[in-house]
């Protein structure tokens, strides 16, 4: 089944601790990108990448990192997280130039 | 700057049709995204209009007007079902092939019996 997944799926950590939210898809996919979604806000683009070892930054890339080494996964690093990162974070993926992105199923962080 | 602007909230009764605008200022448009979103849930693929005109697909159509930075969702045959919120996203071209994809805050469709 062609999917966009995401780990974990809930996360409650403090402030500081270092933290991985995992990306990986099935489909070949060129782009992947991370995004947050905060109530009133919509979705706002966080990193994204075109093709291995090649990322840009988004609207919002403060206080995050992204790698990609391989094609199918793309981590999400918060390095020192603070309580104004708590939110909910989808990963998507596409294929070629128009294609839409495919959603993974979201991860709701908690930085207390 | 991206300025992408849809209503809040819209209210409609299940057999009804409701219409969702979208109005963006954009440079460097190429193309704009129409999603579903239940709660807590991820986004769906609805619709992309890449050209000016109407888009139909079942129940779902959207409409674009580029030189307007105008666009429409038009739902038909209203069922609860489709009670959630519709998100309208930008694309723009940037120096990579693909670009980048930007987001409106969603229209939360109501849905009553």
């Known amino acids: 089944e062609a999917q966009v997944t995401q780990n974990p799926r809930y996360l409650i950590t403090v402030t500081g601790k270092k933290l991985t939210v995992t990306c990986s898809q099935n489909?070949?996919?060129?782009?992947m990108s991370w995004y947050r979604q905060d109530p009133g806000l919509g979705l706002r683009q966080i990193y994204y990448?075109?093709?291995?070892?090649?990322?840009d930054k988004g609207d919002v890339p403060e206080g995050y990192k992204v790698s990609r080494k391989e094609k199918r996964n793309f981590p999400l690093i918060l390095e020192s997280p603070s309580p104004n990162q708590t939110s909910l974070y989808f990963c998507a993926s596409a294929a070629g130039s128009g294609s839409p992105p495919y959603f993974g199923p979201g991860t709701r962080l908690t930085v207390t | 700057g991206q300025n992408i602007d849809q209503p809040t909230e819209m209210t409609a009764t299940e057999g009804a049709i409701v219409q969702i605008n979208c109005t963006y200022q954009t440079s460097g448009f190429n193309g704009l995204f129409w999603y579903q979103q239940h709660a807590g849930e991820a986004p769906t693929f609805l619709s992309y209009?890449?050209?000016?005109g109407l888009e139909e697909k079942g129940r779902f159509s959207s409409f674009l007007s580029r030189s307007k930075g105008y666009s429409y969702l038009l739902l038909k045959e209203l069922q609860m079902k489709d009670s959630a919120s519709y998100l309208c996203a930008v694309r723009v071209l940037t120096t990579d092939s693909w670009g980048k994809l930007q987001f409106g805050a969603g229209t939360q469709v109501v849905v009553t019996p």
């Open positions: 489909m070949n996919h060129e782009y």
């Open positions: 990448s075109m093709n291995v070892e090649v990322t």
């Open positions: 209009n890449v050209l000016d």
